[in-house]
């Protein structure tokens, strides 16, 4: 195990599975502890048993709801002794068009990723203050910039963009108190992240994406958008990243969806 950030205690949202669970095991990979949040607690207690419980601890939240996230964060914060950082990524996607879009996925989409988001962040600023190297990342998504994605997800697409012009604000608040923040972009990668889907809306998305060319970029795993985290966490104080875009950079054929 490296000792790079020995110590340092990370809060991952969305940590249970997908890019949140590969960020939190680079981090504790690196001599880092973690605190999990997401909704579900059966999700949070098996990536825990992954990770470790020596390392890491799950706390059922709804980042959605700043009283819900503040709870979270003071107890994972009492369970470790400290808070060095934040990894916001917690997010989620409901493919459908414009004209069939459902109010209550809607919302939750803003809630999540957005809301979300400018929720943790306002609740670990002053956690982190007393950090040598305190950090915040929020991931966005090649969603927010790239057309050839995915299509039929206008929604989630504009929470990311929203996320980072609020990362912008945010940088610019908290250098004063010298914490870092960083905008990581993901681009497509093998996850479950499509689970649940309505399979009607999803077949509608994949007929458009299709439409639109035959290849892809596709090739990358979720533990290398952990190690990009782990790489902008790991800057010294006084220098952040400001905006790291990862991406697969090999062609594949959509036919295999």
């Not at 990979?29 to 990536?47: F, K, M, P, T």
């Not at 609740?123 to 950090?135: D, F, T």
């Not at 940088?171 to 972009?185: F, H, K, N």
Request: glycine share 10%; proline share 3%; net charge negative.
């Amino acid at each position: 195990m490296s000792t790079e950030l020995e110590n340092n205690v990370y809060i991952v949202t969305g940590g249970s599975r997908g890019f949140g669970l590969a960020i939190a095991k680079s981090l504790v990979e690196h001599g880092a502890r973690v605190g999990l949040i997401s909704r579900n607690q059966s999700g949070l207690d098996q990536a825990v048993a992954e990770i470790g419980a020596d390392h890491a601890l799950g706390v059922a939240a709804d980042v959605g709801s700043r009283s819900s996230v503040s709870i979270a964060f003071e107890k994972i914060q009492t369970h470790f002794g400290r808070l060095d950082g934040l990894v916001n990524n917690a997010g989620l996607a409901t493919p459908n068009k414009v004209e069939n879009l459902v109010e209550e996925e809607v919302m939750l989409q803003v809630q999540t990723n957005f809301l979300g988001t400018v929720f943790c962040s306002q609740v670990a600023i002053p956690m982190l203050r007393s950090s040598e190297n305190p950090r915040i990342i929020t991931i966005s998504s090649a969603s927010a910039w790239h057309y050839d994605e995915m299509s039929h997800l206008s929604i989630y697409a504009s929470t990311k963009a929203a996320v980072e012009r609020f990362t912008r604000d945010l940088r610019l608040e908290v250098q004063a108190d010298g914490i870092g923040v960083t905008c990581i972009r993901p681009g497509g990668a093998w996850t479950n992240f499509s689970d649940g889907w309505d399979t009607q809306a999803l077949e509608g998305a994949l007929a458009a994406w299709k439409d639109v060319g035959r290849h892809m970029d596709m090739g990358m795993e979720v533990a290398q958008v952990g190690d990009a985290v782990r790489y902008a966490l790991s800057q010294p104080p006084g220098v952040a990243i400001d905006l790291l875009e990862i991406r697969p950079n090999a062609l594949a054929s959509k036919s295999m969806f």
